[in-house]
Every structure is written in structure tokens, then in C-alpha cells.
């Protein structure tokens, strides 16, 4: 038994153009998953510019956890995006969830005096990723 199934490309019906963007979105969320996991101070402070006083060691700490979740998010984006388009819909769907939230936390139900850039790139990758997925789930003419 292999590690993956075989591809299930053939089987996608719909615009390439949302499986082009769900592959872009997965290297821009394994990038700071990366980040968050290998770099020295996670980003928080050289990325984010947070002031993290002597919490540090906790702040580093959460951040190297989210970029365990953000590579494994990201790994099954580019899995979908490059063998198995037909979920694409679905993780599209999973990268609105994700950023909504991440977007309605950061603006609305903990607003800080602080952004770091990702609370302003999470509410236009919700905006973008509702379009692709409408294009997602639009069967292409033959």
C-alpha cells in the first residue's frame, strides 16, 4: 500500500485556476508555518514586532505550536491542489473557515492596539478564496 492514493485529477471538472490558488495559499501558509516553527524567535518579534516583555519563552512557544498546524494545513492544501483537485472545493471552503475566523478575532472579538501583517492578509484571503471557490464549484465547459 503506498502512502497516497492515486491522483484523482482527471476527475476534476472545474476552474484549474482555484486549484492554482489553493497551491498558492498552501506555500503562503507553510512559509510562516516554517517560520513560526524553525526560526529563532518564531517571527513574534522580528515579523510580527510584538512586545512580549518576559513571556518570551511562552510566546515562542505558542508560535512554534501554530506552525506545526499551519505545515500540516499546508501540506493537505498542496496535496489536494497537485493530485487530488476534486477536494479542492473543500479546502477552499477550510481556508475561508480558517481566515475567517482568524480575521473576525483579530478585528472583532480581540482587537488589539497592534497587527502583525497576517491580520491583514487573512480578511482579503477570505475575500479571494470566496471567488476561487465559487469558480471551484462551477463546472467547466468541455
Known amino acids: 500500500m503506498a502512502l497516497l492514493p492515486p491522483s484523482t485529477n482527471a476527475d476534476y471538472r472545474s476552474s484549474p485556476a482555484s486549484a492554482w490558488f489553493l497551491g498558492l495559499a498552501a506555500v503562503l501558509t507553510l512559509a510562516p508555518g516554517l517560520i513560526h516553527s524553525f526560526a529563532p524567535d518564531g517571527g513574534m518579534v522580528s515579523i510580527a ?72 492578509a487573512s480578511p482579503v484571503t477570505v475575500a479571494v478564496a470566496l471567488l476561487f471557490l465559487a469558480l471551484s464549484l462551477r463546472a467547466r465547459e468541455v
Open 49 to 120: 514586532r510584538l512586545d512580549v516583555g518576559d513571556r518570551a519563552a511562552l510566546v515562542r512557544s505558542v508560535f512554534a505550536w501554530e506552525g506545526a498546524t499551519q505545515i500540516a494545513f499546508g501540506l493537505g492544501m498542496l496535496a489536494v491542489a497537485l493530485r487530488y483537485r476534486p477536494l479542492v472545493p473543500l479546502f477552499l471552503s477550510l481556508v475561508i473557515v480558517e481566515r475567517g475566523l482568524m480575521s473576525l478575532q483579530a478585528w472583532v472579538l480581540q482587537p488589539a492596539a497592534h497587527h502583525p501583517p497576517e491580520h491583514y
